[in-house]
């Protein structure tokens, strides 16, 4: 009922500061137990609420949550500054690291300790009042900064419409016409075309327009986002925001913004991640070249009398893909009934780990849509509970998310087990017809399936847990890999009516078209998140004229001209909305989960003495150990880049 969440709430705060005055006013000598540990069971009540709060206004919404949700927001984020700046707080935080010697701590309360300490010192918890102050303008200006920034590029994005004539729209597929005719409309133009800077909009329209005029302009708008040099432009501010940043640093005691953001991840410095990068990057670069030639051919064979420019990619890339690479999406679909697809999901879980799924029908759910399974060990014992909520609705937000209303911990010795749930907006069954899914929606279900597979497994005994952001996406994107293997297409991807298992001829299909453009892919992404790399790496004074900055040092990497980097330095707006130095994590956890698949593919699919000991060291210790360690303990050695070069068809198959 929504109406007792407020007071739910007020009252977690009420008892969750009264937890942490407890601490704070504790005159006994600081230890494990009277400090760290009563710092994690702190705010329990408010832990438990805005857990299923937000599980369910993401899930199912309504008004009167939308208002909690409001209110809430800032009590919340207060309420957290307030024990994150809690000075008495912190001094006794530090006597515990700085004594952790004279306790005997288990790896995991070394863990806990190390990450909570560290946070408070990123943060500036050991800086001295003047320096507080200063780190309090730097803040502050960043505040005011990033957000001009992004909002520069959302009006430099809103201020471009290239409105088109009957004839613009040759080659554009039916589809891609109606939605240029909605965007026209929006603009305040009845029956006629147009396309704006948006993704969605410009690079259909990028795909298949044959006026190549047309697709140079536009795409000039867009690559000239924030770089017009009107009151839009984002150069000083960006400068000023990686100046900030660095200065910002140099106060902290740290070497860099990026090394601040990447000491709790499994990259932990700069260096590790531009050593990463640049390894792709050289294996990148001469495939997206063998691309280029390819569709210059193309090009000459259609009696073009150029050389193919960036604004060109997108037109030829298609016709390559349907030379070579032309996947049916209506064909597939019969393949992928829903049920078929969870049903696949689960009993690859099963065959890997011997835990069995049954539906629960007396539980309270979010939506009476929403499935709800009892997850169990081989021998029977409880795991956990696991919700599925599959299609979507107007009270629901866009997109595929795991979440939890419970996380694993341990109170008084005993285990309170993980509720989890998995959201997707999948197509909906129509008429007589099942609901009949795409591939990439057949993937998105074991992506989700992988996180639950993580939360209901994990061991952790405390209530926090901290997950290296580069190392989240691994126990889903490897879940990825089963969902096309083809043993396992044999075992679920079997058609709606005929009960017949998927062609193989299809199923060399979908493994070929993950090779479609992946030079070109690979390289504009890395650019990007070298240049974040790059510039977040910069020491303090860190004075730079970004136009100069991004050519130089992108032309030094040997990006080709005919790609521009996917976000260039004046609307990548990651850098403005939390994702600072974090553009790479993607292609990180990518070459961690692709070495992690290939432990199975060495030894099958389903080998019990892989899955076993990735369970033990990956999904049972995610946030309670480091990632990196945890990747050695499971495979033996770091990653190699090999297996994600071979999935993207990067490299020669050897076999
Ligand atoms: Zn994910």
Redesign the pocket.
């Known amino acids: 009922m929504a109406k007792h969440y407020m007071p739910a709430i007020n009252e977690g705060m009420i008892q969750g500061r009264r937890d942490i005055e407890k601490i704070v006013s504790n005159k006994k000598t600081p230890t494990f137990e009277n400090t760290i540990e009563a710092y994690d069971n702190a705010g329990e009540l408010l832990k438990n609420v805005t857990a299923v709060f937000f599980a369910q206004s993401t899930a199912n919404t309504n008004d009167s949550l939308q208002k909690i949700e409001i209110e809430v927001s800032p009590l919340i984020s207060a309420y957290n500054d307030e024990i994150l700046l809690n000075p008495e707080l912190f001094r006794k935080v530090k006597s515990v690291y700085d004594n952790q010697g004279n306790f005997k701590l288990s790896n995991d309360q070394r863990f806990i300790l190390e990450n909570l300490y560290k946070g408070f010192v990123r943060n500036g918890a050991n800086l001295n009042k003047t320096d507080q102050d200063t780190l309090k303008d730097y803040n502050q200006r960043l505040s005011v900064l990033t957000v001009k920034y992004s909002q520069n590029v959302l009006a430099e994005t809103n201020n471009y419409t290239l409105f088109l004539n009957k004839e613009d729209l040759a080659g554009l597929p039916e589809s891609v016409i109606a939605a240029a005719a909605e965007t026209a409309k929006n603009a305040g133009k009845e029956d006629s075309w147009a396309v704006n800077t948006q993704r969605p909009s410009i690079f259909p329209f990028m795909t298949y327009a044959k006026n190549r005029d047309l697709r140079e302009q536009i795409y000039a708008a867009y690559a000239g986002r924030g770089n017009g040099g009107n009151e839009f432009d984002n150069n000083g501010i960006l400068a000023e925001i990686v100046k900030i940043r660095a200065a910002r640093a140099k106060l902290l005691g740290y070497k860099s913004h990026a090394d601040i953001i990447l000491e709790p991840r499994m990259a932990k410095t700069p260096e590790n991640v531009l050593k990463l990068l640049d390894n792709l990057w050289e294996k990148a670069i001469p495939v997206a070249k063998t691309e280029l030639a390819g569709m210059q051919k193309i090009a000459q064979k259609e009696g073009a009398r150029f050389n193919l420019e960036p604004s060109d990619w997108w037109y030829y890339a298609e016709k390559l893909r349907k030379e070579k690479y032309d996947l049916n999406d209506s064909d597939l679909r019969p393949y992928f009934k829903l049920e078929n697809v969870r049903e696949g999901a689960f009993s690859v879980a099963n065959k890997l780990f011997g835990v069995t799924f049954s539906p629960i029908a007396d539980l309270p759910r979010p939506h009476p849509d929403v499935e709800a399974f009892e997850v169990k060990e081989a021998d029977g014992t409880h795991i956990g509970v696991l919700y599925m909520d599959f299609f979507p609705r107007e009270s629901k937000q866009q997109g595929?998310?795991?979440g939890n209303y419970r996380s694993h911990h341990i109170v008084d010795g005993k285990s309170i087990t993980p509720v989890v749930t998995t959201c997707f907006n999948f197509t909906k069954p129509s008429g007589d017809l099942p609901a009949l899914i795409s591939v990439e929606e057949a993937s998105t279900l074991y992506?989700?399936f992988?996180?639950a597979l993580d939360a209901l497994f994990n061991k952790s005994t405390y209530n926090q847990t901290f997950i290296a952001w580069d190392f989240?996406?691994l126990p889903?994107?490897i879940m990825e890999h089963w969902a096309t293997e083809p043993d396992v297409l044999n075992m679920y991807a079997k058609h709606y009516s005929t009960g017949e298992s998927i062609p193989a001829e299809l199923v060399q299909k979908i493994r070929n078209s993950g090779y479609f453009n992946q030079g070109f892919e690979t390289v504009e992404y890395l650019a990007a998140s070298l240049l974040d790399i790059k510039l977040h790496s910069l020491t303090a004074p860190a004075i730079i004229d970004v136009q100069s900055f991004e050519k130089d040092y992108l032309s030094g990497i040997g990006l080709i001209p005919e790609i521009l980097p996917r976000y260039r330095s004046t609307y990548f707006l990651h850098i403005a909305t939390g994702y600072d130095s974090g553009y790479y994590s993607y292609i990180w956890a990518a070459v961690y989960d692709n070495d992690a698949f290939e432990a199975f593919k060495e030894k099958g699919l389903f080998d019990q003495t892989v899955a076993a000991s990735f369970r033990k060291n990956i999904l049972e210790r995610n946030g309670t150990m480091d990632a990196m360690q945890m990747f050695l303990n499971f495979r033996g050695r770091d990653a190699a880049i090999e297996p994600l070069l071979k999935s993207r068809g990067l490299i020669q198959k050897t076999n």
Do not use: F, I, L, Y
């Open positions: 595929a998310w795991c992506h989700e992988g996180h989240v996406e889903s994107q």
